[in-house]
């Protein structure tokens, strides 16, 4: 009896077994009919969903086909926030990607993990010059004098506002509100000529915190954003950083404030069905909004407190990231895909297709880029935008690997004041917690 | 017992004793054979990360999820002192609150109602089963649309009535209601499933007798149904309850844990914990935590509600 179960489970293993080498024999014959075409394969994790995603996937399409040497293969690996984690799992292994497309904040975790490549040396090499680049972008992804990615997508944070809506309340559709203040008196005014239509909605989101901060040259962290050494302390607990909350607190009383949430989605349908006139959001979404909206939207600058200057903002979007530990021919390979991409030709066509702005500002002058002004000038603001940032630590953005963390504790407390909560309250506790996040993440790097 | 029977042949006895003793260890031996095979993937895929899991929550982790510095019990306090995690914890019960009895009732009545023998039944129980078939990604999503605050369904039919909008989402007071309703929509299907089935293995002979000495509908519910069908709601009500602390999907897709970490459920958390904030450790410590409640929930249901089910 014994025996004969024994034998069952010897067999089954045996099928097992079986089973895995006939998988990893097909698989070397995989790689072995790739290495017939003689193409060198790159494998590109990316975030692009929705219309950016078509537009990235024709651009690789191109590249495919425009040379014979090599092969990339774009994934789409979920949202940022499910690559950079998927990547950390797998990163240093054989199933890693040759580069990986990873969300501004992440940078200082991808620096921190050990399994990049930094493309300092891919520069060096070669003395590429990156020097044609935005000259802000530049400022951003330089941390210590060196490039460790390749920039790719980057975006700033507009207000976009319904024309129709503006021309209904007596305002002047071509000039937006600049200022919180004259947000607050124009989402009264759109209010009053249509009950059903709430003025202004800001995104219970980290991100558009932060922007609005850098704005008004308010830093997010000390020593100097986390650019000097890493930070140990919050610096936005002044009124800077409560400004901001003061003024959704202000809208919420009057009623003139729409509250989506954390949901982007929600917002922008809403927008859309004409709901709230007013609201904020990635430049990214330009295209999405103009093409969709049955009504003229109006692109302009994030506003600022009148007591505060306008500083400008900080890049937004993502860059490139080269594994490490991969064969130099295949790095090599995704170097060269790095440096098609960020050609005028591709990044003309990337801005106009996403409203994603072109990195390198040669784009501009590509004929695509004219033509699409022509028929859609709110393309040009984000551009403009950060064309007048002027550089400072507050403009470059902060840079630590607990931002996702600090992100998610403003958005409850933006939340909580959406929802009538004390802003003194609901401020001060979000401050301490993010000094909490960050103590405890410090410690965890063993500092 | 047996032993003051036994006294008289005490050689016999220790003998005796000791074939028994052999005998019982031959037969264990024998189980733990034909156990070797489901032993070896649960230490795999069970043991083994449970244990490292309960490590991991006495460190402090890099991003890989290494381990860095020992912390001793410093997680546990620190969670236990967070007043975001005691509220996730009082979320994650008020949720196993609001969905479990509504799942099972809203089951029960139609299951009841479906287990009539009438003309086209089929259709019915497709019907009040479907929402097994629907992932909790695309019913979210769905929920999703009915939720939206300006162009969903429900806050266009109050507004038809001349009602306020309500934030079903955004609102604090409304959020944990709002994903606690779809959860009940979504979990109907599996919950009817099995209830209706409980109820066709009822013996028929017991309605029949009942007919025959006039008993009416209410009456048999309450005498014959419900007693027959205990082990099977007890079955639905502890897999529901594991479920509710479980839950994630439908958190992540509605409310990603928001208004004001209202639906900050455990599940949830632990997600946020080490995926977005990559502190392992900490989530690690709440992992552990969610493990010794559904343990502890599990045993009293185990020693309350075995005693009040009838098995046949």
Redesign the interface.
Known sequence: M?KK?FAL?MASLLVILAGCGSNQTSSTEKGSTSEKDDKQVVTFWHSMSGVPQETLNSIVEEYNSSQDKVQVNAEFQGTY?ESL?KF??V?GTKDAPTMIQVQEIGSM?MI??GNIEAIQKFIDAENYDMSGLEENIINYYKVDDKFYSMPFNSSTPVMYYNKDAFKKAGLDPEKAPETFEEVEEAGKKIVKSNDQMKGFALQ?YGWLFEELLANQGGLLLNNDNGRTDTPTAVEFDNEKGKSIFEWAKRMTDAGTF??????S??ML??FL?G??AMFLQSSASSRDVIDNAPFEVGVAFLPHPEAEERQGVAIGGASLWMSSGKEEAEQNAAWEFMKYLQTPAVQAKWHVGTGYFAINPAAYDEQVVKDAYKEMPQLQVSVQQLQATKPSFATQGALM??I??ER?II??AL??V??G?DVDEAFNSAVE?VNA?IE??N????K | MNTESAMPFEYNQVHFEEVKKQQRKKVFL?GL??L??SLLLFSIFIFYPMIRTVYLSFF??????IT??FVGMQNYIDIFTSP?FMKSLTSTFLFVLFTVPGTIIVSLFLAVIANEKIKGIGFFRMIFSSTMGVSVAAASVFW?FLF????GFFNKILVTFGFDKI?W????EWALASVSLSTVWMNIGFTFLIILGGLQSIDSHLYESANIDGAGFLYKLRRITIPMLSPTLFFVVTVSIINAFQTFGQIDML??G????ETNLIVYSIY?EA?????Y??ASAQAVVLFIIILIMTVIQFKLGERKVHYQ
């Not at chain 1, 410690?443 to 063993?446: D, I, V």
């Open positions: 014994i179960f489970i926030e984690p950390h799992s990163g975790s921190n993990s219970a729409a509250n989506y949430g954390t949901n989605d929600n349908s809403g069905a709901d709230v690997d607990m996702p963390a998610k958005e409850t939340e909580t959406y929802n909560g917690q996040a405890q993440s410690a965890a790097r063993g | 024998k054979l034909f070797l095979p402090l982790t890099n991003q890989a999820g860095t510095v975001i999703l939206h605050p300006s162009i934030g989402l955004t609102n604090p409310t990603k928001g208004p004001s970490n946020r995926f977005v904030n990559y502190q450790g900490t």
